[in-house]
């Protein structure tokens, strides 16, 4: 009996962890789950359950004296230096590859063994280094670390970095009490004929298991989703980004189980995969507890009233796209005569041939091209500048010793161009 684990969908009741437990598992970047309550509340049970459904199918429980070595593996450097060739002992974070890594009473663990077993959750593998070498190995595990509050907190700057976080209570429910006291039984009197009763349950979550982690590799969030994550965080006022990004893959790892479970119960592939507000809120209401700011005597849960409003607040409309002609301007027309300039380069840039007249007073007129754009307007000529000694804007003057006419600054400067000089 000893070597049997009590099954998963036996548990009664703890939907939460059992939920938060999945989402971990289909989504590991998530970040681990911190389970707070007091004891006896099946804590180490579901998650002994859950550890049998994974692929490797085993719980490693980190012990609280574990050393560093103990825990990310060290390198035999006695045999470095005999043979050359580095030795990797595995620690226990690769013994949990593929499988759940269990802490009790985490609280109570180093700070810096703690940062130990986050770093590796959230990236999949530990590196060792040892006097100039180093070794990574994988290690992709369901980080899972329970504490009891009375005897004490773990630091905010630690407790944020779980991704999920459950608060355990015993139900106050006589049915459900009675249920865990006639399950329990049957099973401490015949493990194996009681496993086998719940062989289909275990079976069906397996296989949407799977199915999850496939499905979850071909959701996006849409912008929709993003801004009601992005409501939901800024309006309980949490501490930096790491809420909106858990929420993110939780949601995303919650619509996949979704789908899975479905169409695991119809047979139907045809699901519509995507994220709902159903899902934002399922994951928001497990990373956001432990995230809160709160006096230190109010209760831990989620205010379900201030999440109702947030869920349902109406989300801000995108910025229009700024209009192109009210932002260039009229390309035809400049107060500076910077409009005219560039038609007269734009004509000679195409090989248009100028037409000019000359007039009583000396005075040169440019003729329009034949085709004007669009764009520009319709006037043909420009007027002649009194300032400039009778030279049009459109064509800048030209230089004494009969060299080529060199064009104002503003006149040279290419419109939609981003920087003029």
């Not at 012990?63 to 450097?77: C, H, K």
């Not at 006695?78 to 595995?90: I, Y």
């Not at 496993?195 to 999850?212: G, S």
């Not at 307007?377 to 002649?384: F, R």
Request: charged content about 25%; hydrophobic content about 40%; some cysteine.
């Amino acid at each position: 009996m000893a070597n049997t684990p009590y099954p998963f969908t036996a548990v009664v009741g703890q939907d939460q962890l059992k939920l938060a437990l999945i989402l971990t598992a289909i989504s590991p970047r998530i970040g681990g789950v911190v389970v707070r309550g007091e004891k006896g509340t099946a804590k180490t049970t579901t998650a002994r359950g859950f550890a049998a459904l994974m692929p490797q199918g085993q719980l490693v429980n980190l012990p609280l004296g574990a050393t560093e070595d103990r825990v990310v593996g060290s390198l035999d450097l006695e045999k470095v230096l005999t043979t050359g060739q580095a030795e990797f002992r595995p620690g226990l974070l690769s013994e949990a590859n593929g499988g759940i890594l269990y802490v009790d009473e985490v609280n109570l663990l180093s700070d810096h063994l703690v940062d130990v077993l986050l770093d590796a959750a959230a990236t999949g593998r530990v590196t060792v280094e040892r006097d100039s070498i180093s070794h990574t190995e994988e290690a992709r595990f369901v980080l899972v670390g329970t504490m009891n509050p009375e005897e004490g907190e773990l630091r905010p700057q630690l407790l944020d970095r779980f991704g999920l976080a459950v608060d355990v209570v015993a139900s106050h429910d006589v049915a459900q009490r009675v249920g865990v006291i006639q399950r329990r039984m049957a099973f401490e009197a015949d493990p194996e004929a009681f496993v086998a009763k719940f062989a289909e349950p275990e079976a069906a979550v397996e296989r949407a298991l799977v199915r999850a982690q496939e499905i979850v590799q071909s959701l996006t969030l849409s912008a929709t989703n993003l801004k009601r994550i992005a409501t939901v965080c800024a309006g309980f006022d949490v501490d930096g980004m790491r809420a909106d990004l858990v929420i993110a893959r939780a949601a995303a790892a919650h619509a996949a189980w979704r789908l899975a479970t479905a169409s695991d119960a119809d047979g139907s592939d045809n699901l519509i995969a995507e994220v709902t507000d159903t899902d934002i809120r399922a994951a928001a209401e497990l990373a956001l507890p432990h995230r809160m700011r709160r006096n230190p005597f109010d209760s831990p849960e989620l205010d379900q009233d201030r999440l109702d409003e947030l869920m349902n607040e109406p989300l801000p409309e995108d910025d229009p796209e700024p209009d192109p002609e009210e932002e260039d301007g009229d390309p035809g027309r400049s107060d500076s005569g910077e409009g005219d300039g560039d038609a007269a380069d734009d004509s000679e840039s195409h090989g248009n041939d100028e037409n000019t007249t000359e007039s009583d007073s000396g005075n040169r007129e440019q003729q329009s091209p034949a085709t004007p754009a669009p764009d520009r307007e319709t006037s043909a000529t420009a007027e002649p500048s009194s300032s400039t000694g009778g030279v049009t804007d459109a064509e800048p003057a030209r230089q004494p010793n009969g060299a080529a006419p060199v064009a104002k600054k503003e006149d040279r400067a290419v419109q939609g161009a981003p920087f003029r000089s």
